[in-house]
């Protein structure tokens, strides 16, 4: 029974010496929690004034998805035994050089797709990967400050496919006029003096125009995100028909060591395009088609998957 007795005064007399000690390790981890803040609170201003500091900034971030499958004797389907797979790959990079008295801005988008599907049961059938989605985009933007917001500028644009039809078509805009920068990493370029050069093989639906360009691109990194919007229209003082739009958008969330998940999707309204694949079908349309009598559609691709942050 004295034993017992002296357990009971032993714990009574220990545990406020436990709470104690836990309550000073809760205030020392407070305060050091309050020192870390602080410490990134410095580290992220600094941060900023390098972000402000005039000089060349680069980034490049892009977006994997692959998705591959196979099945043998899977009678509930059309091609019980097959092996396919979706295999996406786009990039984004940007160079940006600001000064005093100029600024020069290149960017680059890339989203490349292929997709196969081997039918077993078929010899003839087509096993490889072919391609789907197809966008290759660079620019060149140079600009003479008039002020911190506005310049005059110029800007050179080519954008095509690589994968099957290289410059088939292809277009090239190369314009002069003014670029507006309302907010840090976002510029307005508003060109009313611009040449749409346009190649392909078969011109009957292409045609090249004067025009104006505009474009809008916005391109910001907010901790773990990448995120990047990008509007370019080309407007044909010729005709309605020779105008175009596209719009890109892309985002990135790094998890782990620059790896992470990725979305990007595009918009794209084009007459011409419309036209020359009206034009290629076999068997042929009739009537025969012309700007007046197609149906116009909004093209769009997207892509989610791996992301990696450079």
């Known amino acids: 029974m004295k034993n017992l007795v002296l357990v009971f005064v032993l714990l009574f007399a220990i545990t406020p010496l436990f709470s104690q000690t836990l309550d000073e390790l809760k205030a020392e981890q407070a305060a050091k929690k309050d020192s870390i803040a602080a410490i990134q609170g410095r580290v992220d201003a600094l941060q900023g004034q390098i972000d402000a500091f005039p000089g060349w900034k680069k980034g490049v971030f892009g977006t994997l998805g692959a998705n591959l499958s196979g099945s043998k004797n899977w009678y509930s389907q059309g091609t019980p035994n ?8 786009s990039v984004n990079g940007f160079a940006n050089l600001d000064r005093e008295k100029f600024f020069w801005r290149n960017a680059g988008n890339i989203n490349l797709q292929w997709v196969k599907l081997d039918n077993k049961d078929i010899d003839t059938d087509d096993d490889s990967f072919n391609g789907t989605t197809d966008v290759f985009n660079i620019t060149s933007l140079y600009g003479y400050k008039l002020s911190d917001k506005f310049a005059i500028s110029a800007l050179g644009e ?16 190369l314009g002069i006029g003014a670029t507006w920068t309302p907010i840090t990493d976002m510029v307005v370029v508003i060109h009313p003096l611009n040449y749409n050069f346009v190649f392909a ?7 090249s125009s004067t025009g104006a360009k505009i474009v809008v691109d916005y391109t910001k990194k907010i901790g773990a995100v990448n995120f990047k919007t990008n509007f370019s229209t080309f407007q044909s003082y010729k005709s309605s028909d020779l105008s175009n739009w596209t719009w890109i958008n892309s985002f990135g969330y790094t998890l782990w060591k620059n790896i992470g998940l990725g979305f990007e999707f595009g918009l794209r309204n084009n007459k011409q395009e419309e036209l020359a694949h009206a034009l290629a079908q076999e068997p042929a349309i009739t009537p025969t088609p012309t700007f007046d009598n197609i149906d116009v559609k909004t093209q769009s691709y997207w892509l989610f998957g791996l992301n990696y942050a450079f």
Do not use: H, M, Q, W
């Open 82 to 89: 097959n092996s396919s797979g979706n295999i996406g790959v």
């Open 158 to 173: 080519y954008r095509t496919s690589i994968i099957n039809n290289f410059n088939d078509p292809g277009y090239l805009d």
């Open 201 to 207: 093989k078969d011109d009957t639906a292409y045609e």
